[in-house]
C-alpha cells in the first residue's frame, strides 16, 4: 500500500518558493529520506505531509486520504518528532510519555511501558527533561512520537547535534521500527540516509533532484558513493521523478 | 479529558518554575504590607480599596507567567508536536486558562487573609470576592496567551510587563484618577483596568452601587475581544516557533 503520494506538491512563503512542484511515492513499511543541504525544502516537505501546513498547491495524499481535507482522521496515524527535542521540559520523562499518551487517548500505562523498555528511559525516568543530555532528549522525543504506535512516523532531522555514539544508538532504534511503521526522515547527513533509509530523494532548492535507491542513485550519476552522487545530483539540475 | 491532561501539564510547567510563581505572589503581599505599615493618608491606600487594588495588580504578573510559558512552549516546537495531534484548538487555549485558576487562587486567598490579618472590614465580602477575582482575572490570562502567541521567550516578559505598568497607573489603585486630569481619565475609563478594580471593590466591600454600567460593558468587551484575540493570533503562531 502507499503511505505517502505526492503530486506537484508546492510551497510558497510571499516571494520565496520552499518547495516546488514535488511528486514523490511512498509505500508502507519504507524508511525514506529526504536528502538536502539546509534551506532544500525538507522541513517544509515534512510540515505539510505532516498536516501542519498546507501546500500553495498541488496534492498530498497520506494512506489514501487528502492531507488538508482529512487532516482530523489522519493525525492519530501518525507521530513526529521535530526539528527541535519538542518535550516538556519541567516534566519528568515519565510524565512526558504520559502526557501524551493522554492527547492520543490511549492507555497510558501500557503505552508507555513497552516505550520505557524499549529505548531504555528507566533509568532517567524520574528526571526532568530539561536536565537530560541531548541523547537522551532525543531518544524520549522519538519515544513520545511512538507513543500512538503510528503507522507513519516524521523524524525531521532526528541526529542533530548528536555525537557519534548518540547518533548510531538512535539509529538503532529507527531500524527497529523498520517495516512495522512507515519513516519519512529528513537528514542532511549522507551516512545517516545511506545507513537507514530504504529510499532516498535528494532535494536542491526546494526541487527533487533525484530520488531512488542508494544503489540506483550511484548507478544513476556513476557515483562511487551516495555523497558523490548527491554532489551530482546538486549540480546537475532538477529531476522531478516518482520514487 | 485532552483539555485536563494538557491543563494538567500546565499547570506542572508553572509550579516547577518557582520564581514565576514566588515573584507574582510576593510582590504583592509585600506591597500590601509595606503600604499598610507606611500608612499614607488618603483613601486609595486603605484596606478596602488598596486590597482589591493589589489583587488586580497580581494578575498582571498572570498575564506574564502565561505569555513565558506559550512562548516558551512555542520555541522548543513543543505545541508543533501538539499541532499535529488530535488535539483540538479550543482544548489548547481551555488548557491553558484552567491551568491558570488555581495559581489566582492562591493568589488571591493570599491577599485576601493578609488584609484580613491587617484588619480588612467587613470580612464577609472576602467570600464574593473570590470568585468575582477569579473572573476578573479571565482578560489577563487572555491577555498573556495573547502576548505567548506573538512574542518569543526573551520579549515575551518585557511586552508583558506593559500590563504590569498599564494596571499600576491607570486602574487608580494607587490614586485617584482625577488628581491627574480629565485626558487621561477618560484613558483610564476606556482601558479595561479600572473597571476590573471597580468590580473587584464592589465586590469585597459589599457596595454594588459604585459599579456604573460602564464598568460592565467595558470589561466584558476587553474580555470577549482578547480571548478571541488571543484564540487567533495563537492558532496562527503556535508552530511558527521562534
Redesign the interface.
Known amino acids: 500500500m502507499t503511505a505517502i503520494k505526492t503530486q506537484g506538491l508546492t510551497k510558497k512563503y510571499k516571494d520565496v518558493v520552499a518547495v516546488s512542484d514535488l511528486s514523490l511515492e511512498i509505500d508502507e513499511g519504507e524508511i525514506f529520506a529526504l536528502l538536502g543541504v539546509n534551506g532544500a525544502g525538507k522541513t517544509t516537505t515534512i510540515k505539510m505531509l505532516s498536516t501542519l501546513i498546507p501546500p500553495s498547491s498541488g496534492k498530498a495524499e497520506i494512506f489514501g486520504m487528502d492531507a488538508v481535507k482529512d487532516k482530523d482522521a489522519i493525525r492519530p496515524l501518525m507521530g513526529v518528532s521535530p526539528q527541535e527535542t519538542a518535550v516538556a521540559p519541567a516534566l519528568t520523562v515519565k510524565e512526558n510519555l504520559e502526557f501524551m499518551a493522554g492527547v492520543y487517548g490511549v492507555n497510558g500505562k501500557s503505552a508507555t511501558d513497552e516505550l520505557i523498555e524499549r529505548f531504555g528511559l528507566s533509568e532517567v525516568l524520574g528526571r526532568k527533561a530539561k536536565t537530560l543530555s541531548g541523547g537522551w532528549q532525543r531518544k524520549l522525543s522519538l519515544a513520545l512520537a511512538l507513543v500512538n504506535s503510528p503507522r507513519l512516523l516524521f523524524l525531521d532531522e532526528p541526529t542533530l547535534g548528536l555525537d557519534v555514539l548518540a547518533r548510531r544508538q538512535l539509529w538503532k532504534e529507527v531500524e527497529s521500527l523498520k517495516s512495522k511503521t512507515t519513516i519519512l526522515l529528513t537528514t542532511h547527513y549522507i551516512e545517516e540516509a545511506e545507513s537507514l533509509a530504504t529510499k532516498v530523494a535528494m532535494l536542491n532548492k526546494g526541487k527533487l533532484a533525484a530520488a531512488g535507491t542508494v544503489d540506483e542513485l550511484k548507478e544513476k550519476y556513476g557515483a562511487a558513493s551516495l555523497e558523490e552522487a548527491f554532489v551530482a545530483a546538486a549540480r546537475g539540475g532538477d529531476e522531478n521523478a516518482n520514487a | ?2 483539555t485536563l ?2 491543563a ?2 500546565n499547570i ?2 508553572l509550579v ?2 518557582p520564581l514565576s510563581i514566588i515573584f507574582s505572589l510576593a510582590l504583592p503581599l509585600f506591597l500590601l504590607f509595606i503600604f499598610k505599615q507606611i500608612n499614607i493618608p488618603s483613601p486609595s491606600y486603605a484596606l478596602d480599596n488598596f486590597t482589591p487594588g493589589i489583587i488586580v495588580f497580581s494578575f498582571s504578573f498572570v498575564s506574564m507567567f502565561t505569555a513565558i510559558l506559550i512562548a ?1 512552549d512555542r ?4 505545541l ?8 483540538k484548538p479550543h482544548e489548547y487555549v481551555s488548557g491553558y486558562v484552567l491551568a491558570l485558576l488555581p495559581p489566582v487562587c492562591v493568589q488571591v486567598v493570599a491577599v485576601l487573609a493578609l488584609a484580613l490579618i491587617l484588619g480588612l472590614k467587613p470580612p464577609w465580602g472576602v467570600l464574593l470576592a473570590l470568585p468575582v477575582a477569579l473572573v476578573i482575572s479571565l482578560p489577563f490570562i487572555a491577555l498573556g496567551i495573547l502576548f505567548g502567541s506573538i512574542t518569543n521567550e526573551k520579549a515575551a516578559s518585557g511586552v508583558s510587563s506593559i500590563v504590569v505598568q498599564l494596571v499600576s497607573f491607570t486602574s487608580g489603585m494607587y490614586f485617584d484618577r482625577s488628581l491627574v486630569g480629565d485626558g487621561f481619565a477618560v484613558v483610564c475609563e476606556v482601558l479595561p483596568f479600572e473597571s476590573a478594580l471597580t468590580l473587584l471593590k464592589a465586590a469585597l466591600n459589599l457596595d454594588l452601587s459604585v459599579i456604573e454600567p460602564r464598568n460592565i460593558i467595558v470589561f466584558c468587551a476587553y474580555t470577549v475581544a482578547f480571548f478571541v484575540l488571543s484564540v487567533v493570533l495563537f492558532n496562527k503562531n503556535m ?1 511558527k ?1 521562534k
Not at chain 2, 520555541?75 to 513543543?78: I, L, N, P, V
Open positions: 479529558m485532552r491532561n494538557f494538567g501539564r506542572k510547567e516547577r518554575d516558551k520555541s522548543t516546537s513543543f508543533t508536536r501538539l499541532a499535529v495531534s488530535p488535539m508552530s516557533g
